[in-house]
T-cell receptor, first 111, second 113 residues
Framework: GQQVMQIPQYQHVQEGEDFTTYCNSS?????IQWYKQRPGGHPVFLIQ???SGEVKKQKRLTFQFGEAKKNSSLHITATQTTDVGTYFC???????????WGAGTKLIIKP | NAGVTQTPKFQVLKTGQSMTLQCAQD?????MSWYRQDPGMGLRLIHY???????DQGEVPNGYNVSRSTTEDFPLRLLSAAPSQTSVYFC????????????FGPGTRLTVT
């Protein structure tokens, strides 16, 4: 079945360092969504990317959609403790309204 | 708006017991779904519904039943609880138009002993 591969599984950073997570698909993505789940919380929608090569920013977060619409990335500049959590990408399916989820990347800030 | 609500927040069951996890939304979303999330894992779809009276299976439906008698409510029933069903259960809802952004409830943490 269709899959969205997300890497890495974990990323340990010092506070103030950058963080990046990547999602890749073998097929062309219609669009892609990003969600954040805080520890002990539930996933919360961050953003959707639709256009080839699209770049969107939310403060220190930069979201990119590949030119071929087969990959996407989320980059956080100068991480803060409030960024801790797991970041998921997801592809919406027009056929049945489901989301195909990546496995998530857990951002851990080293003490 | 309350958004998506789930009850209970925590539950402990013994093997073989049955129970119903409740989910309700007040956003008039047509689409509702149940996921389970195991420690350190992603989200796996159990069942979903695109409207009242319509339900379908997701990736991991065995051991679970659902019904959708109203737009607002989408309960998940565990028929005979097993330790393998220990997990966090999330209910989510969305419109049936793009971008299909899903709104999640706070989750139910279920332990089966």
């Amino acid at each position: 079945g269709q899959q969205v591969m997300q890497i890495p599984q974990y990323q340990h950073v010092q506070e103030g360092e950058d963080f990046t997570t990547y999602c890749n698909s073998s097929t062309t993505l219609s669009n892609i969504q990003w969600y954040k789940q805080r520890p002990g919380g539930h996933p919360v929608f961050l953003i959707q990317l639709v256009k080839s090569g699209e770049v969107k920013k939310q403060k220190r977060l930069t979201f990119q959609f590949g030119e071929a619409k087969k990959n996407s990335s989320l980059h956080i500049t100068a991480t803060q403790t409030t960024d801790v959590g797991t970041y998921f990408c997801a592809e919406p399916m027009d056929s049945n309204y489901q989301l195909i989820w990546g496995a998530g990347t857990k951002l851990i800030i080293k003490p | 708006n309350a958004g998506v609500t789930q009850t209970p927040k925590f539950q402990v069951l013994k093997t073989g017991q049955s129970m119903t996890l409740q989910c309700a939304q007040d956003m008039n979303h047509e689409y509702m779904s149940w996921y389970r999330q195991d420690p350190g894992m992603g989200l796996r779809l159990i069942h979903y519904s695109v409207g009242a009276g319509i339900t379908d299976q997701g990736e991991v439906p065995n051991g679970y039943n659902v019904s959708r008698s109203t737009t607002e409510d989408f309960p998940l029933r565990l028929l005979s609880a097993a330790p393998s069903q220990t997990s966090v259960y999330f209910c989510a809802s969305s419109y049936l138009i793009r971008p299909y952004e899903q709104y999640f409830g706070p989750g139910t943490r279920l332990t089966v002993t």
